[in-house]
């Protein structure tokens, strides 16, 4: 499976907001770090982080553009109000070993009508 087969299917279980079956496509020791917010390290502690904010809030993933250099995928991504953003996965060994994602969390909070940082 090359690193931009398995960003589909990392978008897949996204928009089926399946935490277990997006865990499943981390190495155990695995770094996700969406940089609006603390790095998560270890496969648990990234199916924890999704199944929170698949609680939290409806998010859904298009594809715009996918790109694929080596070991490393590249997703350019919307959601269906307009919010956009990238991210950047390390395939290694067929599991995602590193995870990079940039997106406006404030624009996300305000879109989902979740509470706004007071800091």
């Known amino acids: 499976m090359t690193p931009a087969d398995l960003v589909r299917d990392w978008v897949s279980a996204f928009n089926h907001a399946n935490a277990d079956e997006l865990a499943e496509l981390y190495h155990e020791d695995a770094c996700n770090h969406q940089v609006a917010e603390v790095e998560v390290t270890g496969k648990e502690q990234i199916r924890a982080m999704f199944a929170r904010e698949f609680a939290d ?41 590193n995870q990079r994602g940039y997106w406006d969390k404030l624009s996300f909070l305000r879109q989902q009508g979740l509470p706004l940082p007071t800091e």
Do not use: S
């Open 57 to 97: 809030a409806e998010m859904v993933c298009i594809i715009e553009n996918l790109f694929e250099d080596g070991d490393w995928a590249i997703l350019e991504w919307r959601d269906p109000q307009g919010l956009r953003g990238c991210g950047f996965f390390e395939v290694i060994d067929g599991k995602i070993q």
